[in-house]
């Protein structure tokens, strides 16, 4: 199975924060290089990581930090790191919030109740160069898409 993949985890959650870590790394070919539990402590420790050339091939990224928003550290990785690739984990996904995310660059979009395999399946697609949104969130989607450029366009 192809080169080892690095990974970064930022989760606000101390616990939740090492389980993911945990989980992930138990998966032979995956190693964490970091993770953060903040805007300002992740990006501190992304730009470390880019100066010694280390960056993480995938951040798995919690949307509520807090008094914070993980579309923030979306934005500012997508703008100022393009090689991460961001996978949004999360317990909310309204579709308004999954939509924004998309729109902001997400790779992925998983929530944390889904099964583990949904996240693997996740991280390989998004490895392999594609955007993935799970199942269950794709249905909500696209009605909140259709409905939301109806109103745009009688406006």
Do not use: W
């Amino acid at each position: 199975m192809g080169h080892e993949v690095s990974f970064f985890v930022v989760e606000d959650h101390t616990l939740t924060n090492r389980g993911i870590r945990e989980l992930i790394s138990e998966h032979g070919r995956y190693s964490c290089c970091g993770y953060a539990f903040s805007k300002n402590e992740c990006t501190e420790k992304l730009y470390e990581l880019a100066k010694e050339s280390r960056l993480p091939d995938i951040l798995i990224l919690d949307l509520f930090l807090g008094d914070e928003s993980g579309l923030d550290i979306l934005r500012e990785v997508k703008a100022n790191l393009p090689s991460v690739k961001v996978i949004i984990y999360s317990m909310f996904a309204k579709p308004g919030i999954v939509s924004l995310a998309l729109e902001d660059d997400a790779d992925g979009f998983v929530l944390k109740s889904a099964p583990e395999s949904e996240l693997f399946a996740a991280i390989e697609a998004i490895l392999a160069g594609d955007t993935y949104v799970q199942q269950t969130l794709v249905a909500p989607l696209f009605t909140y898409k259709s409905v939301f450029d109806g109103l745009t366009r009688q406006e």
